[in-house]
């Protein structure tokens, strides 16, 4: 059974910098493509970044060169690095296992 669980949201004010974690049970973070999407209130759950097998990184335009994703093997996690926050990026962030399973959600308050 997959399971993920998120941890390292919070309040933080604008400019600042939060560390998302992805603590990954019932499968091998290097062998899957994995990432994060947000959902902030009323609107769609959007795509975020994701890290493939082969450590091939994307992200979205809105957080590109803000945030960094990246994996730990050992750890069996998948970790978001976000700098420079604004208030925009205020949202539920949800790490993902690219075949279907989700985490909780952990959630990120940027305040102006």
């Known amino acids: 059974q997959v399971q993920l669980v998120e941890s390292g949201g919070g309040l933080v004010q604008a400019g600042g910098s939060l560390r998302l974690s992805c603590a990954a049970s019932?499968?091998?973070?290097?062998?899957?493509?994995m990432g994060w999407y947000r959902q902030a209130p009323g609107k769609q759950r959007e795509f975020v970044a994701r890290?493939?097998?082969?450590?091939?990184?994307s992200y979205a335009d809105s957080v590109k060169g803000r945030c960094t994703i990246s994996r730990d093997n050992a750890k069996n996690t998948v970790t978001l690095q976000m700098n420079s926050l604004k208030p925009e990026d205020t949202a539920v962030y949800y790490c993902?296992?690219?075949?279907?399973?989700w985490g909780q959600g952990t959630q990120v308050i940027v305040s102006s």
């Open positions: 993902f296992v690219l075949g279907g399973s």
């Open positions: 019932g499968i091998t973070v290097s062998a899957y493509t």
């Open positions: 890290i493939t097998r082969v450590d091939t990184t």
